[in-house]
């Protein structure tokens, strides 16, 4: 196979090399893995969402003839693994011992000789539940005299997590009060749930001679995993080994460890056979990490003439009955401070109060950028909201307050510097691509035939690429990423990353990266990813990281590889190293460009009978840490164009068109490619999905019929355009792309209907704008003043 | 992954074989035609009978033509080939309407006619269709055949006439001229269920409405019909007046209930409007051939 390396270099849209074994069926997902004498695991799981559990009788179950082993939460309790801590210094049941606190909830784990009888089985375990009132609904769950949810934790009389703020207050606050213009709104961006196409699964193998865990697992971090693994089952972590095979996506649904693997790996200890255990769509739904649920009310300050002043907000963010949200550990709200976009404000100030609800535990997933999501769209759709009170075209609005070229760095006022950009050349380049005078003028006239079709903006900042490992860590690890770099013989390499590809592409942009630091093929590098006993420690894949720490990282250790190429290319060419220049690929003597010699003469001189010069042991290979100094910026400008029917309250989004700044691009289609998901994402999210409950805690989303993810029906055909400012701090000037879309996309179409929808004076809907939410809005005259 | 409980499976070799095996095994036995609805309820356990009768293999069952004045479909007969025929859709649009509309190509490819108004699902197209084009059902039993009006085929949501041991075999549709029908659905996305559908065909005399069938779909109407709205329009002229009146007649007297897809409120309006929607539709594709003329491009 050829991906198509050319002299002009390694960077282009070449041919991915994962697709090779893909569109033939032959990816190894984790229920692909087959072990010798390999039992099966299935969950029982609370049909309740808060409950006390009275007893568990698990007898008929553990005779059942081709169950092995029935364990529940008092087994686990014997052995200190009823509870394990999560992402966010909290601790979740892993099978539940005194209380349920969700529906869907871990209550006991059958292992079988097959999946059915594992089934089966679990039919036969009888629980008997004492019901308490559950509480899904932040606001409720935060009155006096709720019913705690967390009663397990010392001390605890109330369902609030944390109360965390960021930004200046009373500047903000003396901000407002002299601003000409201020305006208010209730916005809820609601649950939803990341649905990879893939479920979450494990095949755990334990020797019980060596002491030796292999799991097979589904992990987006599969080195954080094993020092979790570690620090949870009290394993010595040099005897675990995850591995992470083909991973069919992820989006941060696979950041977190769930019971289930727990249960997986307690199950092969009494067993004494691996065990499989797979997760079903709805248990993969209701069970685990979900994203957004926040309630915001948000408030954006102006003068008379469109001068954004400030932004402040306040939000109560539903974490369900365990805090397991993933971020780094010093923001429990993300990076929801990104509040302030893309524009140069004066203040800004927000203050999150988590809460315990009786839902499922997660909270930051489906590629929300550590919560930028929620921030994009509070402050896209408050610009919004400032340009209907002021009269005043959104566009031009936009334009007038975005943070200007010669501004960058930048520091926002809530802290973060902004590392490049120039966001009113990404702006006009959509409005252009759009036709967008044209399309005002068509939404003129067809308004004049009662047609309604609506065009709205949004410009996103993102903050991605974390951390600076002073700033950021995940309980206690570091967010930085190791990468190694052997060359053989004949010059092809074997890179070594510690993130974990999801679909998002990484055996070959890392190859591209390497090759095009090295002057060689990508066919030529092969990426090894997703086994920590064959690759470097680092924190993993999600929060759009792996192009900026370890794509970092993979270029990093190339240049060190290529420092050691010039020592022996000098040996070679009887020359200094200093007297060398790398030119085209290959070191040469600077004035004498016929003597030369390219990676793969001199990794095998490396190898020779040359004669080394003192300080090279006799390879190239070589091996680095990356951490980052700072976050990287990636940014853009989307336009929607979107039909409503007012007599049926339906949407049809017509046109998309997306212009992202990404920094430097590596693969340009496998960038296209993540940037056509998130805005898929984004329609989902703004028209159909929504992960809901009843009064009684039950999810309304527990399968595909209920939980409804986007179509190619729904999407248009994608209208993409892109400007380049790299990162100027980023060892090749990449940003990261795989979240900007995500995080860009659902302002864009709710501005579009809500634009749409400026005749009958609606002014706000909340997501999703279902047909029926739609025609409310527009027949109810709702507007965002009025949510509940 | 989900995996259903234990269950015994027999192959039918015939109408006649199907019947017996029904006889054999029980009230526990279902028929498995497309298995669309069947299956994912016994992999969610919510289903669990005790015998599938696969009546896949019944060549005899799939059929679809016209015989003299009547439509005559096999219950057998998949989604995709009711969309495919045209002579089907030329004298009922309806169907073909309702069908571009039914879940997605690869339901569409194995999802059976008859197995669709089995399962009797209160959000089902084709239950209202059928009742508006006030269809014959034919069910076997192993003393022969009875017909049942389409109108009474349905006893309550996922219930129908259908007795343990019997067979709805076939569907058929008188057809009479000067006619023009259509189906009219709102979803939250392509393959969703319906928030709420109708369906109207509609026959004329002059200008005034000599026959009209009017079925409405997942918003609690009787038996899938909107009769009083019906009642209202005959003999009357097919006017736009009329047919905004009939619509709010239809959600008058239908009891949609809340849920995901939508308030009740709103399925009711949606009652009315798609109602109304229909009727006009209907009217289009009536008018070209009551006056003998050329369609018009877009009457689908």
């Known amino acids: 196979m050829t991906t198509g390396f050319t002299a002009n270099g390694a960077y282009g849209p070449v041919k991915r090399k994962e697709d090779a074994r893909f569109i033939r069926g032959q990816g190894t997902f984790i229920d692909d893995i087959q072990l010798k004498g390999m039992l099966h695991g299935a969950v029982l799981r609370s049909p309740l969402a808060h409950a006390r559990i009275v007893s568990v009788d698990a007898s008929a179950a553990e005779g059942h003839p081709r169950v092995r082993a029935v364990i529940t939460g008092e087994t686990l309790a014997a052995r200190g693994l009823a509870w394990m801590p999560t992402l966010s210094h909290d601790v979740q049941a892993v099978l539940a011992t005194d209380k349920v606190r969700f529906q869907g909830q871990e209550v006991a784990f059958v292992v079988a000789e097959d999946r059915y009888a594992a089934r089966d089985a679990l039919e036969l375990i009888s629980v008997e539940y004492e019901p308490l009132a559950p509480v899904t609904d932040p606001v409720r769950a935060l009155a006096p005299g709720a019913p705690v949810i967390r009663d397990d934790l010392d001390g605890r009389d109330s369902n609030r997590i944390f109360d965390w703020q960021a930004g200046d207050k009373a500047r903000t606050d003396e901000v407002f009060a002299a601003a000409d213009v201020v305006v208010a709104r209730d916005l809820v961006f609601p649950r939803s749930h990341p649905a990879p196409l893939e479920t979450c699964g494990c095949v755990a193998d334990y020797d019980q001679v060596s002491g030796h865990l292999e799991l097979w697992v589904t992990s987006q971090a599969p080195h954080a995993h094993r020092t979790l693994f570690a620090l949870v089952a009290g394993l010595p972590e040099h005897k675990i080994r995850i591995i992470s095979p083909d991973i069919g996506g992820g989006f941060g649904n696979k950041v977190p460890v769930y019971p289930g693997y727990l249960c997986a790996v307690v199950g092969s200890m009494l067993a004494g056979r691996p065990v499989k255990w797979v997760e079903d769509r709805s248990e993969n739904l209701m069970s685990t990490a979900f994203a957004r649920d926040y309630r915001m009310r948000a408030e954006i300050a102006a003068t008379r003439e469109g001068r954004i002043l400030g932004l402040r907000a306040s939000a109560l963010a539903d974490h369900g009955a365990f805090n397991g949200s993933a971020q780094p550990a010093r923001y429990p709200a993300g990076f929801f401070h990104m509040l302030t976009g893309s524009y140069d404000l004066q203040a800004a100030h927000c203050e999150v109060t988590g809460v315990y609800t009786n839902k499922a535990p997660g909270g930051v997933a489906y590629a929300c950028s550590f919560r930028i999501t929620e921030a994009v769209y509070l402050t896209e759709r408050m610009v919004d909201a400032l340009a209907i009170e002021l009269g005043a075209d959104p566009a031009e609005l936009r334009m007038q307050n975005l943070i200007q070229p010669g501004q960058f760095p930048y520091t926002t006022v809530t802290g973060w510097e902004y590392d490049s950009g120039d966001y009113p050349r990404t702006l006009q380049a959509a409005l252009t691509a759009a036709g967008y005078d044209d399309l005002r003028r068509e939404q003129a006239q067809r308004r004049e035939h009662g047609e309604y079709m609506g065009i709205g903006l949004s410009f996103f900042t993102e903050a991605v690429g974390a951390g600076p490992r002073k700033h950021m860590d995940i309980l206690g690890l570091g967010m930085a990423d190791g990468a190694d770099l052997r060359v053989h013989p004949t010059g092809k390499a074997v890179l070594g990353i510690s993130v974990q590809t999801q679909g998002q592409g990484h055996e070959t942009t890392f190859a591209q990266i390497v090759a095009q630091e090295l002057g060689i093929s990508p066919d030529d590098v092969e990426v090894v990813h997703g086994d920590t006993d064959r690759t470097p420690f680092g924190l993993g894949t999600y929060g759009s990281r792996s192009t900026p720490v370890s794509g970092a990282a993979a270029a990093v250790v190339a240049r060190k590889v290529r420092d050691r190429a010039r020592i022996v290319a000098a040996a070679m060419l009887e020359a200094s190293p200093a007297d060398l220049e790398w030119a085209s690929g290959r070191w040469q003597v600077r004035g004498d460009p016929e003597r030369r010699a390219g990676i793969a003469e001199i990794a095998m001189a490396a190898h020779s009978p040359l004669e080394l010069p003192e300080g090279v042991e006799g390879h190239l290979d070589a091996e680095t840490v990356y951490n980052p100094p700072n976050l990287t910026y990636p940014y853009g400008a989307y336009v929607c164009v979107a039909d409503v029917d007012p007599g049926t309250g339906s949407v049809t989004v017509r046109r998309f068109i997306a212009v992202d700044d990404c920094g430097v691009r590596i693969n340009p289609m496998i960038v296209a490619g993540q940037i056509h998901r998130g805005l898929a994402d984004g329609i989902g999210m703004a028209l159909m999905q929504v992960l809901s409950f009843d009064e009684e805690g039950n999810c309304l989303g527990g399968s595909f019929m209920d939980y409804l993810l986007p179509t190619a029906v729904e999407c248009p055909a994608w209208e993409l355009g892109q400007t380049v400012t790299p990162s100027p701090h980023h060892p090749i000037g990449a940003k990261g792309v795989g979240e900007s879309a995500t995080v860009g996309s659902p302002a864009a179409v709710v501005n579009a209907v809500i634009d749409a929808l400026r005749p009958f004076g609606v002014t706000h809907i909340d997501m999703p704008m279902t047909p029926a939410n739609v025609w409310l809005a527009v027949h109810g005259a709702s507007s965002g003043d009025h949510v509940a | ?300």
């Open chain 2, 1 to 300: 992954m989900q995996v259903p409980a234990q269950v015994e499976y027999e192959q039918a070799a015939s109408v006649e074989h199907a019947l017996d095996l029904l006889a054999r095994s029980g009230p526990e036995a279902r028929i498995l035609a497309g298995g669309h609805s069947l299956i994912p309820m016994m992999k969610l356990r919510l289903a669990q009978p005790e015998t599938l009768i696969d009546i896949n293999g019944l060549s005899e069952l799939a059929f679809l033509e016209v015989t003299g004045d009547e439509l005559r479909i096999g219950a057998l007969t998949r989604h995709a080939g009711l969309l495919a025929a045209a002579g089907a859709g030329e004298h009922f649009p309806i169907l073909h309407d309702a069908e571009r509309v039914i879940a997605d190509p690869v339901v569409r490819e194995w999802g059976t006619i008859g197995g669709s108004l089995c399962q009797a699902d209160p959000s089902e197209d084709l239950s209202a269709v059928f009742a508006a084009l006030r269809a014959t059902m034919v069910i076997r039993h192993p003393a022969g055949i009875r017909t049942v009006p389409a109108r009474e085929f349905f006893t309550g949501p996922y219930e129908t006439v259908v007795a343990p041991g019997e067979i709805l075999t076939e569907i058929r549709v008188a057809i009479r001229p000067g006619g023009g029908s259509s189906y009219q659905k709102v979803g939250r996305r392509v393959g969703d269920w319906p928030v709420g559908a109708a369906g109207a065909a509609l026959w004329l005399d002059g200008d005034v409405i000599s026959g009209t069938g009017i079925g409405l779909t997942a918003v609690g109407a009787r038996h899938f019909v909107a009769a009083e709205a019906e009642e209202f329009l005959r003999g009357r002229p097919a006017t736009e007046e009329n047919f905004g009146r009939a619509g709010q007649i239809a959600a008058e007297n239908c009891q949609p209930v809340s849920d995901q897809r939508g308030p009740a409120e709103y399925k009711r309006h949606l009652a009315s409007e798609l109602t109304t929607r229909a009727l006009r539709a209907a009217l289009r594709r009536a008018a070209p051939r009551r006056a003998g003329g050329q369609r018009r491009p877009g009457d689908g």
